[in-house]
């Protein structure tokens, strides 16, 4: 593999080599549903992950945020690698490479004790601030409601059901606590040697309530496997989740989902988001 086969332009090619001279490329590791490379690079005895997308992808400048302002826990913990360097104008990171597999697909995905190191690193995370924002849910309705008006397969009369639901949200709650979340916190994003879980990928990391790192794992893993969730918990310590406010984030990850997957064509996703829809609907 030649870095011009990479994907990233002469300007980030050049801030790499910049960063790390002899850097040399061991494999590309993007998912492909986004402009985001994402490869694996060594630069003496060191391993890299460089991370490359264009200007309007909104994944970087939240991983380049949560990586200046709030990881420094779980990097002095051993639970993240850190940020070597970052040019903003042309949108490349720069990141220690965190040893080890993807959980996903593997035993690891399924062991409890994976899942109880997955509760203690992101209460690492979640514990490193609060905001209050007495707009927030009102935005978050708002994206709801956009999300179904563009393009997507959700049937109509489920888009009507949700629409009506959505609109019936309570969106006046002044005292909202608001944490550093993940954003996509599950086994494709925990790397694990040894035993040894590590998280990464901060693309969708924002300030939102701490139940909102729990959606995936929710649909994913817990439903079909109620130990996964009481290890979880023993790691994170209490559950933040309550059944109103829990109905009705899963309402809009629902709708978030159905319609992401379908505008990037992951067709597996996107069947996902149609069965998180159909059961958070239930719920009302």
Do not use: C
Not at 17 to 26: K, Q, S, Y
Not at 125 to 151: N, S, V, Y
Not at 245 to 261: N, P
């Amino acid at each position: 593999m030649q870095w011009g086969d990479t994907g990233l332009d002469d300007d980030q090619i050049a801030f790499v080599f910049r960063t790390l001279p002899d850097a040399v490329l061991v494999a590309d590791d993007s998912w492909g549903l986004l402009d985001t490379r994402v490869l694996h690079v060594v630069a003496g005895d060191d391993s890299y992950t460089v991370k490359a997308s264009g200007q309007d992808n909104t994944h970087f400048p939240r991983e380049l945020e949560a990586h200046r302002t709030v990881t420094d826990a779980l990097r002095t913990a051993g639970d993240a690698g850190a940020l070597v360097s970052a040019d903003e104008g042309h949108r490349v990171l720069v990141l220690e490479r965190v040893p080890g597999h993807l959980a996903l697909g593997t035993a690891d995905e399924h062991a409890p004790d994976v899942h109880r190191q997955a509760g203690a690193v992101l209460r690492r995370l979640h514990d490193q601030g609060i905001r209050h924002d007495p707009t927030f849910l009102l935005h978050e309705q708002a994206k709801a409601l956009r999300a179904l008006d563009a393009p997507h397969r959700i049937s109509a009369a489920v888009v009507a059901r949700t629409r009506a639901a959505l609109e019936m949200l309570p969106t006046d709650h002044p005292d909202e606590l608001l944490v550093p979340t993940h954003g996509d916190f599950h086994p494709r994003n925990w790397i694990v040697d040894d035993g040894r879980l590590r998280v990464i990928d901060f693309g969708r990391f924002g300030w939102r309530p701490a139940s909102f790192d729990l959606t995936r794992l929710a649909v994913l893993h817990w439903q079909h496997d109620p130990a996964l969730e009481a290890a979880f918990f023993d790691g994170y310590g209490d559950d933040p989740r309550t059944p109103d406010a829990w109905r009705w984030l899963q309402l809009r990850e629902a709708v978030g989902t159905a319609t992401w997957a379908y505008a990037v064509g992951d067709e597996g996703f996107e069947a996902q988001g149609h069965d998180m829809l159909r059961r958070a609907l239930a719920a009302f």
